[in-house]
């Protein structure tokens, strides 16, 4: 957070995002005109997700090894860079998965814009917060059904945080 930032003068990409999210979220909310216009606005944050998420396929580290950065304890950090340094499969797959997420976000937004557009304007809060959950729970399930399945093919398991060789004989 800011005290990273105060400390080693460099922002995650993480803070990036939700820094961007912010600016966004400010412009947006300075348009004005019709309801249908206002239920537009949450599509542009998933269509923003997507672009940076995709963005960050190509980076030095993918937005979900920050991610996960973020979350873990100090130990966590240790394996999860060793994994990073150690396993190029479970790089690959890092990158996969965030590309698997960004394009994700960016169908979100296409249905946010057709439910927008389509539905009665009062329907259409509630069945953006279900698209969301949808929407996130697929991403996570996809991402560890073929989490496992992709380094299983490379010779590996992840064993909680760390990821290990499967064992033969």
Known sequence: GVRDLAAHRRIGGVQLFVLLAMVLTVVTSLLSGSPRLMLVR??????????????????????LYEAGWLVFSDHQRRIW??????????????????ALWAVAWMLDAVVRVVLAT??????????????????????????????????????LRRDGAEIRPIATG
Do not use: I, K
């Not at 998933?46 to 995709?54: C, E, K, N, S």
């Not at 509630?126 to 969301?132: D, K, S």
């Open 42 to 63: 949450g599509a542009w944050m998933t269509v923003a997700l997507g672009l940076f998420l995709l963005g960050s396929v190509r980076a030095r580290r993918p937005f």
């Open 81 to 98: 860079e060793r994994n990073w340094e150690l396993h190029p499969p479970f790089r690959r797959f890092l990158r996969l998965a965030t």
């Open 118 to 155: 389509t539905l009665p304007v009062d329907d259409v809060p509630l069945l953006e917060g279900a698209l969301f959950a949808v929407t996130f729970a697929s991403c996570l399930a996809v991402q560890r059904f073929f989490g496992r399945a992709y380094l299983r093919r490379h010779g």
